[in-house]
């Protein structure tokens, strides 16, 4: 992992995204806010189009100079930037530094980066500097029994995977199938959890359809987020770099994802290497209405992988299929592109499969597949499609645990330039081997595959069942919150015992104080339970003010008064709480991870807002104000204490931590005639109590008065 810094202020535009890109320098303190964590691929689209931008900002008209009479035409010249560019682009020599790269093992400085997972650990054996555990078979549980100890009180965890297995879509197959193996086995040894994918820039719609449908799973992220967003995170898994890690042409790509995030292969049942891929219904019955009418077994042929380098040799396609057709009398291949062979039982359907999803519910419906090393030899294993992978660059056997394929290795692949490569370095390598790999794929056997794949096909039902292909309806959405007896709670709220108490207490004390027909103002209820209650209790024309800067929870809070409370009530809702100060900040709240009503927010990136002043609101008639932790009681009181001496509210508070804390309440408090009178949750144990406070003509029995000495 890395992460990228631009040296100025820049937007990029995209057909998928417009993002702004905050400049600064890796001089002096480390800017997190503007450090961006690299997936797929962002950090170079945003170096390049900043050179595009710098080029066109300082490109020059081209100058024609006219030769003299009696000067020859090679005279005339073209000139450009005073950079000795001759086309008008300023030159490489020239070209100023967009952005810093900052590698992972200098993140490791900031103290809030969360720790690695996996084959490659941070933060487990020292906090600032990478260890690396190549040898040792289950890493996982010490890691993951590492990570609670730093989190003793927390329950829930939130996880994030880097640059989440490649943009390839057969990767992104593999890469989920090892990922709900793991998802099983942290539910072995943590409470809850989610994880976040973070895909990148160039990951496809496809990528995040496949990736998208486990019950786990939290977010799914096309840009890669701040130091100060990534924060967030108790930990997370690394696959920056895919196929130039360690070990990865050395084992089974399945065996390879297990042992990278820290598990023995060997461990993991074979069965558990099986993919999964979900499918929309509705693209799957546009899929089975383009197949009807079709007679006979219907073998789908695929010749075009991600890159040329595994890509079936174009000039050989033809003859090859044209072979095949003469061995199958009784199959209908099916292509999903043009093939330059006309044969009644080759049948094109590249009209009507034009999108990955309908590519992988087409091989679902097959009764045999023949392809290169693509996504297709996954997806024919979700579906248990025999199949007879065609490889030129890798080991044929790199699955082994799908029973219903084989692999073939192309003449002689073992001797070619590119063996045990995925792709070749660059254009102008691949232009220089692709004629060996032409031929080879010209002395490729046909009757060698069709021999393979009738086998195949013929001991299909021998193998148990596997329900790898299922069906969904729309995309997956996670909970942004549970229905509970008290209400609608953030899906991973962990509240703290004594609050909870307090908020019972309260609730019981508030009941008390509420006039009919009047007002009543409530500071950051963070929960539903208490502002539900007053809302039922107030009668029609009643009005309730809350005041409750969480986003999540202040719209949790509306939504069940709209469902419980009785109609009439107005309620107003305020984004800030009650002050006199400009402007304030405080941490904003993730509801995917461990929340906790009496902070803030579990975030290191804040918000803004401008406080309002009771006061100011100028009402004529207020029953109480309640306030819960986490309000600032010493500015909410500030701000009212003219309506407090003018309209004689009661005021509640719970829970307050410190004695100290309630007798800078009552001496605040003595300047409008209140007194106040207290209630410890946990005598003899704490000083946490809950207050009350009224003006000194009103009496208060079954409470403690707070007395000056």
């Known amino acids: ?156 965890f939130h996880l994030a995977v880097v640059n989440a297995f490649g943009t390839n879509l057969g990767d992104t197959i593999l ?28 990951a496809g719609v496809a990528n995040f359809d496949i990736a998208g449908h486990d019950d786990w799973l939290g977010e799914q992220y096309l840009l890669g987020p701040t130091l100060t967003e990534f924060a967030r995170y108790d930990a997370y898994f690394d696959f920056t770099g895919l196929i130039a890690l360690p070990r ?11 042992w990278w995030s820290g598990l023995d292969p060997a461990t993991v049942p074979a069965v558990s290497k099986r993919n999964i891929l979900y499918h929309q219904w509705p693209v799957w019955q546009e899929v089975s209405r383009a197949l009807q009418g079709i007679k006979g077994r219907k073998i789908f042929f695929n010749p075009k992988a991600s890159v040329p380098l595994r890509t079936f040799a174009d000039e050989h396609v033809a003859k090859f299929l044209k072979r095949l057709l003469k061995l199958a009398p009784d199959t209908t291949i099916i292509v999903d592109r043009e093939i330059k062979l006309d044969h009644p039982r080759l049948i094109n359907l590249s009209k009507e499969i034009n999108s990955a999803a309908k590519f992988g519910a087409l091989v679902a419906h097959m009764d045999g597949m023949i392809s290169v090393d693509s996504f297709a ?38 001797t070619l330039p590119a063996y045990k490569k995925f792709k070749t370095n660059s254009d102008e390598e691949w232009a220089e081997i692709k004629d060996v790999y032409a031929d080879a794929w010209g002395r490729l056997d046909p009757q060698v595959v069709w021999n393979i794949l009738q ?51 309260m609730l019981e004390i508030g009941k008390l104080l509420l006039r009919p027909r009047s007002q009543a103002i409530m500071v950051t209820p963070g929960q539903s339970m208490l502002p ?44 800030a709480f009650p002050g006199k100060i400009e402007q304030a900040s405080f941490p904003l709240e993730d509801v995917l991870s461990e929340t906790n009503p009496t902070v803030w927010g579990n975030l290191y990136k804040k918000k803004s807002v401008k406080p309002l002043s009771i006061d100011a609101m100028d009402l ?60 410890q949750l946990e005598p003899g144990k704490s000083e946490t109590s809950i207050l009350l406070a009224v003006n000194d003509q009103m009496k208060v029995q079954g409470l403690k008065r707070v007395q000056f000495t």
């Not at 990029?12 to 320098?25: N, S």
């Not at 890469?175 to 160039?202: E, P």
């Not at 990865?248 to 297990?258: G, H, K, N, P, R």
Request: with cysteine.
């Open 620 to 679: 004529d008639v207020l029953s109480c104000i309640v306030m819960s932790m986490p309000a600032p009681w010493k500015l909410v009181l500030e701000s009212a204490l003219e309506t407090i001496e003018r309209l004689k509210p009661a005021i509640l508070i719970g829970p307050v931590a410190s004695f100290q804390d309630i007798r800078d309440i009552a001496t605040m408090l003595q300047a409008v005639k209140y007194q106040c009178w207290i209630e």
């Open 455 to 505: 086998e195949k096909m013929n001991a299909r039902n021998n193998v148990p069942p596997h329900n790898g292909t299922r069906m969904v309806y729309g995309p997956h959405q996670r909970p942004r919150y549970k229905q509970t007896g008290q209400g609608r709670l953030l899906p991973h709220e962990n509240s703290p015992p004594l609050w909870l108490q307090a908020q019972r207490r």
């Open 1 to 156: 992992m890395h992460a990228f810094l631009v040296a100025e202020d820049f937007t990029l535009h995209t057909t998928r995204f417009t993002r702004r890109y905050l400049g600064g320098t890796l001089q002096g303190e480390v800017p997190i806010d503007r450090l961006v964590i690299d997936i797929g691929a962002e950090g170079d689209m945003v170096r390049k189009a900043m050179e595009a931008d710098y080029k066109a900002r300082h490109a020059k008209d081209e100058v024609i100079d006219v030769p003299k009479s009696g000067e020859t035409d090679s005279a005339a010249t073209t000139t450009g930037e005073t950079t000795g560019t001759s086309d008008g682009d300023a030159s490489a020599a020239t070209m100023p530094q967009f952005m810093s790269n900052v590698q992972e093992s200098q993140l490791l400085s900031w103290a809030n980066l969360p720790p690695r997972l996996g084959r490659v650990s941070s933060r487990m054996v020292q906090p600032s500097s990478l260890f690396r555990h190549p040898d040792e078979g289950d890493v996982l549980a010490m890691q993951l029994q590492a990570l609670k100890a730093r989190h003793p009180e927390k329950k829930h």
């Open 377 to 414: 030899l996954h997806a024919a294993d979700c579906a248990s499609v025999p199949s007879v992978g065609l490889f030129a660059s890798i080991d044929p056997y790199a699955y082994p645990y799908y029973p219903h394929h084989q692999g073939v290795l192309i003449p002689d692949g073992e």
């Open 248 to 258: 990865i042409t050395e084992m089974a790509i399945s065996d390879w994802y297990l």
């Open 175 to 202: 890469g989920m199938t090892a990922l709900r193996h793991i998802a099983g086995y942290l539910k072995q040894h943590l409470d809850s959890f989610v994880i976040d994918l973070l895909l990148g820039a160039n």
């Open 532 to 575: 539900v209650a007053v809302a039922q209790h107030m009668e029609r024309e009643g009005r309730l003010h809350v005041f409750e800067p969480r986003d999540a929870r202040r719209q949790l809070i509306a939504m069940d008064i709209l469902d419980r409370a009785a109609t009439g009530i107005q309620v107003q809702y305020y984004d």
